[in-house]
């Protein structure tokens, strides 16, 4: 099914050369300038000032919102997420410390709204979950909830555990070995 999927995408994309005169990433830099950001606006830019059916819209527009995301450092992202949580922020620096610590293979993945942590698999995340609250979520398989370590429930179904932070002191050695152990596992 993905290569076909991907075979149309790419008919779609020589035919939007052919029928407009311009390749996508001309197109998508027009989409960009616009300073639209919502995929709905891009689309009805799109077709309103230049035209186009919707296929090829929803096309422009995905791929412009696609380059715009990878355009943001990991930087970029963190800050996001703690932007108005500004007194959380120590939380993560914390954790992120500590983590470090576990080797040189560690990959430290920020999302729109969480960081991944990765070793050859997602071993943890942390996610600003509310103005007062990290969360620390965790992959540790065979491990009985307890205490403050939480089954994750709804809160991410990425990983089977999570804990829950309100201060960086939080962040001690229980906390940390746990996190050892899923990057262990990893």
């Known amino acids: 099914m993905t290569d076909k999927v991907e075979a149309a995408t790419?008919?779609?994309?020589?035919?939007?050369?052919?029928?407009?005169?311009?390749p996508l990433d001309e197109w998508v830099a027009i989409a960009r300038a616009s300073g639209l950001e919502k995929h709905g606006q891009i689309v009805n830019f799109l077709k309103s000032e230049h035209?186009?059916?919707?296929?090829?819209a929803n096309?422009?527009?995905?791929?412009?919102?696609e380059t715009a995301a990878s355009q943001q450092s990991d930087d970029d992202l963190v800050a996001k997420q703690y932007s108005g949580k500004e007194s959380l922020r120590?939380?993560?620096?914390?954790?992120?410390?500590?983590?470090n610590e576990f080797g040189d293979d560690v990959q430290i993945s920020p999302k729109n709204t969480y960081v991944s942590l990765r070793r050859s698999k997602q071993f943890g995340l942390?996610?600003?979950?509310?103005?007062?609250?990290?969360?620390?979520g965790l992959n540790?398989?065979?491990?009985?909830?307890?205490?403050?370590?939480?089954?994750?429930?709804?809160?991410?179904?990425?990983?089977?555990?999570?804990?829950?932070?309100?201060s960086a002191n939080e962040v001690n050695d229980e906390l940390i070995g746990w996190l050892r152990q899923a990057y262990d596992a990893a």
């Not at 096309?59 to 919102?65: D, I, K």
């Not at 120590?90 to 983590?99: K, M, Q, R």
């Not at 540790?140 to 309100?166: C, I, P, Q, W, Y």
């Open 10 to 22: 790419q008919t779609m994309i020589e035919n939007l050369q052919k029928n407009t005169g311009k």
């Open 126 to 136: 942390i996610q600003p979950s509310t103005k007062t609250r990290v969360d620390v």
């Open 51 to 56: 035209g186009f059916t919707h296929g090829f």
């Open 140 to 166: 540790l398989d065979d491990v009985t909830a307890d205490g403050r370590l939480e089954k994750s429930g709804s809160f991410n179904s990425m990983v089977s555990h999570r804990v829950r932070l309100t």
């Open 90 to 99: 120590p939380i993560y620096d914390a954790l992120i410390t500590a983590v």
């Open 59 to 65: 096309l422009v527009a995905a791929y412009a919102r």
